[in-house]
């Protein structure tokens, strides 16, 4: 939450600051803000509320220094106002913060004391005043950033420019992520190295508790000692075509579209297509555990709860899946041979990063399931297993989730041959299922012209509840989480089975129901939770695939009608039908798709 980048050394430091805000509005677009050195030895600054083309629009005359600071704003502590926006300014100190500084209040308390005033009701103006205040009291900008982090509790990255310093941006990475970078004979900091990719030519990920001096002549890295280290920097990856819309309208149209390229990929690093097994990954062997953890925060967490199903199908292996948000404060009780499973697109999410250490802390096997392979978790984890969905963009998850099923269904697949449950014909029997769906989502893609459709209808219901059984239970979760994060209508997703007991009371004429109806072997139970809520007047959408849509015709509003899918691979399937769906509600309801109110992708504030 909240993107910082910035510049030491540039010939134009709010071209590369601005395009670079651009790339990290992903993290937050309440306030924008820019901070420049300018040539007279002032540092000059733009706010504003909402976005960086608002940003852009005030800036009245272009800034003209070489080294700055900007920042997009996920509020947290005061409304997404100007005075709110970052960075923030403190006599010769200007800051951008990401995270929360939990002991802001007694600090604030503190420099009031002083004397010193405010004008944010931000967390973030503290931190610029303690700086301040410590460089009068020592010159070394290094040791006074040191000595204000050691006042500070929280989770969190900042960057800060000092007036008389022209050359310099201080960093400090405290449980959020940042990124130093040199190119083009400047010097960088960023919340991701997307934003300043195209300048940067080598980038450090720097490790938990760095802090760093960043100046055209290079960069200077202290461990949490205070004491210098060396990081070694790695190529900065070259291009940005993937964080292009291309030909489509949304980002989130264009990776629903990409997710049958992606998943192929993703599964491509999991199967052996030639033998027909899935291809063992260093350490983990499910023979050794005695039971699954699986921890993720919303999209993520209903990838687990997918994989639940699988794995204990397919191998026997008790799996427990919890949100991170609730595991890592009810002091989780671990049994001998626990590993635990992280799933997670940006690998940065505060809470299931935490989750993951108190996993560590305790001696519990740890597996980060990342799209992101230099996140916090690729780097903490015992066991990395990638995703490669490539950069995710919109705010609303739709391939990271795909191709986070792919690879929990293949890894459920080696937990049943490893564990004895699946033969080696029964396991290439998975493989030729799995290595199906790339094919079989293209040709589900194809119903996009029904749901836009159907969906100008959907977009006036006052209520949606989506229905699933078995893995199409937390497909139904999903579907719901979709449509009310992107489209504001009041969505829920429910065990079929569970609505009768309470869920039904809130069916009339305007509510509309989802039904995931797959003909399996629990399709006869789907089709009568159906004919419940018809007969109490609601309106029914069945995603069902041609012998379900048979068997429907008559009795329900509207079909969508998916290829035939079996096992692992239907859920995966049917997930295009849910996002298309959420997608086109939100388009007819003219709703900002991609960056929706009050949301952030990353979120990495608890
Ligand atoms: O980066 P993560 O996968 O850890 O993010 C977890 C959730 O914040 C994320 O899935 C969120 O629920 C999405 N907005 C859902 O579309």
Redesign the pocket.
């Known amino acids: 939450m909240c993107g910082i980048v910035c510049v030491s050394g540039s010939i134009d430091a709010a071209l590369i600051l601005l395009r670079g805000l651009k790339q990290l509005e992903y993290r937050g677009y309440d306030s924008a803000g820019i901070a420049v050195h300018e040539p007279d030895g002032a540092i000059r600054r733009a706010r504003a509320a909402g976005k960086v083309a608002a940003l852009e629009a005030a800036i009245s005359t272009p800034f003209c220094g070489t080294s700055g600071i900007a920042h997009t704003r996920w509020a947290t502590h005061g409304a997404p106002t100007e005075a709110n926006a970052h960075p923030h300014r403190a006599g010769r100190v200007c800051l951008v913060h990401n995270g929360i500084i939990e002991n802001f209040s007694p600090l604030r308390k503190e420099l009031l004391a002083e004397g010193r005033s405010f004008s944010s009701e931000t967390d973030t103006e503290v931190v610029a005043h303690l700086l301040d205040r410590e460089l009068d009291l020592v010159s070394d900008p290094k040791v006074a950033l040191l000595n204000v982090l050691s006042r500070l509790e929280g989770a969190f990255a900042l960057a800060a420019i000092i007036e008389g310093e022209p050359d310099l941006v201080l960093g400090a990475r405290r449980g959020a992520p940042l990124v130093a970078a040199s190119g083009k004979g400047a010097g960088f900091l960023a919340s991701d190295i997307m934003a300043i990719t195209g300048e940067a030519t080598s980038v450090i990920y720097l490790e938990e508790g760095d802090s760093v001096l960043v100046r055209p002549s290079g960069i200077e890295v202290y461990g949490l000692d205070g004491l210098p280290v060396v990081r070694h920097a790695v190529p900065a990856p070259a291009s940005m075509a993937q964080a292009e819309k291309g030909n489509h309208r949304h980002f989130m149209q264009k990776e629903i579209y990409e997710q049958p390229e992606v998943v192929g990929r993703t599964l491509a690093a999991y199967l052996d297509a030639a033998s027909g097994c899935i291809r063992a990954r260093d350490g983990v062997d499910f023979r050794a555990i005695t039971r699954l953890l699986i921890v993720?925060?919303?999209?993520?967490?209903y990838a687990g709860q997918i994989a639940e199903y699988w794995f204990e199908a397919l191998s026997g292996l008790p799996v427990k899946v919890d949100i991170?948000s609730e595991f890592r404060y009810r002091n989780p009780a671990f049994l001998k041979g626990d590993a635990a499973l992280f799933?997670?697109?940006?690998?940065?999410?505060a809470d299931?990063l935490e989750a993951l250490r108190l996993c560590k802390a305790a001696g519990v096997t740890t597996i980060a399931l990342?799209?992101?392979p230099h996140s916090a978790m690729a780097r903490e984890a015992d066991i990395v297993a990638p995703t490669l969905a490539g950069p995710e963009i919109g705010?609303?998850?739709?391939k990271?989730?795909t191709c986070?099923l792919a690879a929990l269904a293949a890894l459920a697949v080696l937990a049943g041959h490893q564990r004895g449950c699946l033969d080696s014909e029964a396991q290439s029997g998975h493989v030729a299922n799995l290595l199906a769906i790339p094919s079989l989502m293209g040709a589900a893609l194809k119903i996009d012209q029904e749901v836009d459709a159907l969906a100008t209808e959907l977009a006036n219901a006052s209520i949606v509840l989506y229905l699933g059984r078995n893995a199409f239970f937390p497909l139904a979760l999903?579907g719901a989480?979709?449509l009310k994060?992107i489209s504001y209508i009041h969505a829920e997703g429910y065990a079929a089975g569970e609505l009768k007991h309470g869920p039904i009371a809130l069916i009339e004429e305007d509510v509309a129901v989802v039904v995931i109806a797959p003909h399996d072997a629990l399709f006869a139970k789907t089709r009568s939770s159906i004919q419940e809520v018809r007969a109490r007047g609601a309106r029914v959408i069945a995603i069902t695939d041609n012998a379900g849509a048979a068997e429907l015709e008559g009795e329900v509003s509207a079909i969508l009608k998916l290829p035939d899918v079996q096992g692992m691979a239907a859920p995966i399937v049917a997930a295009t039908a849910v996002q298309l769906l959420a997608y086109y509600v939100a388009v007819h309801k003219g709703t900002d798709v991609d960056q929706p109110r009050n949301?952030a992708?990353?979120?990495t504030v608890e």
């Open positions: 993720g925060c919303g999209t993520a967490s991170a799933i997670s697109q940006s690998g940065e999410t299931t990342v799209n992101s705010v609303a998850s739709t990271a989730f986070q999903e989480l979709k994060e949301l992708k990353s979120v």
